[in-house]
Each structure stands twice: as structure tokens, then as C-alpha cells.
């Protein structure tokens, strides 16, 4: 009975070792990669030098201005970034979906590729959807990849007119 309660009593033991011994590893990991990223200074993966810097440091050298590198606060930086970078960005998204559809919308005005027709017959519209034209008017029609799938249908306006 004794020998049970010591192998229990080690295997405890070994398990609160081995703990230990993985958070110290995890601890200089994670050091290590501050250490990295330039959030801590390059001594402040290893404790002893961290320790030792601070003990050799002279009394009140922060309050006084000692001669220390200039630290950046990432989260003010992060903050600008985001704060500016944020409308920056959908200002530029925004921006190329209009000019896209600028694009597309040449041909309404004549200055990029269009099709000129002149209608032959008379057409009463059904609906505001439609266009209502006479015999003779001259119309402006789309590009065939600005035309709508539907079929039947073409895409058209008035040279002289301003709707669709």
C-alpha cells in the first residue's frame, strides 16, 4: 500500500514538472516572438538580461529622460491606419465602381461605341419600361455586350433625348 501512494505521490510530482517545464517553454516562446515583432526589446526574451538591465539601470532615468530607443505604440498606430485607411479604401472601391459604370454608359452619349439606327416603324410603349418611338427617329443603341439577355429586346435612346 505504501509503494502505491509513492508511485501516485510521483507520478503527481512528474505531471506538476513537466507542467511547469512546458508554460516555461511556452513563456520563452512567447518572448521570443515579441521579441520578433518588435513589440518588447531584443532583451526581453531572456529574463536574467531583463532582470540584470533593470537593476543596472540608473535610478529615475524614465522621469528624467535617460537615453532609451523611441517605443511605438502599435495600437495608436493601428488605430490611424484603420482610421485612415478604412475610408481611404472604400473611397478607391467606390471611385472604380463609378468610373466602371461611366464606362459602360459611353455609348449613351455617342462618344463610345454605339449603333445608330433609324426606326422604320411606329412603336407605342406598354410600359415605362419600354421606349415609345415614331417612323423615322433616329435612336443611338447600345453595344451588343451592354445589351440585356432578354430577347426581342435591344438597349436604345434618343440621340436627341435624354431617357433610356
Known amino acids: 500500500l505504501l509503494f502505491l501512494h509513492e508511485f501516485r505521490f510521483s507520478l503527481q510530482l512528474t505531471s506538476i ?41 540608473p535610478f529615475g532615468s524614465d522621469v528624467l529622460g535617460g537615453s532609451s530607443p523611441p517605443i511605438i505604440n502599435w495600437p495608436a498606430v493601428m488605430f490611424w491606419v484603420v482610421a485612415l485607411g478604412g475610408p481611404w479604401l472604400i473611397y478607391k472601391a467606390i471611385s472604380q465602381m463609378v468610373r466602371s459604370v461611366e464606362e459602360r454608359r459611353k455609348w449613351a452619349t455617342g462618344t463610345g461605341a454605339h449603333y445608330t439606327a433609324q426606326a422604320l416603324y411606329d412603336f407605342q410603349a406598354a410600359n415605362d419600361q419600354e421606349l415609345s418611338f415614331m ?8 453595344p451588343k455586350e451592354e445589351q440585356p439577355r432578354v430577347r426581342g429586346w435591344l438597349l436604345a435612346r434618343f440621340v436627341d433625348w435624354k431617357s433610356f
Do not use: C, D, T
Not at 17 to 31: D, E, G, I, N, T
Not at 135 to 142: F, K, Y
Open 17 to 57: 514538472v513537466l507542467s511547469l517545464s512546458l508554460f516555461k517553454f511556452l513563456q520563452k516562446l512567447w518572448r521570443y516572438f515579441l521579441v520578433l515583432l518588435r513589440l518588447k526589446p531584443a532583451n526581453y526574451a531572456s529574463a536574467a538580461e531583463l532582470a540584470w538591465g533593470e537593476v543596472k539601470e
Open 135 to 142: 417612323n423615322g427617329e433616329i435612336l443611338r443603341v447600345a
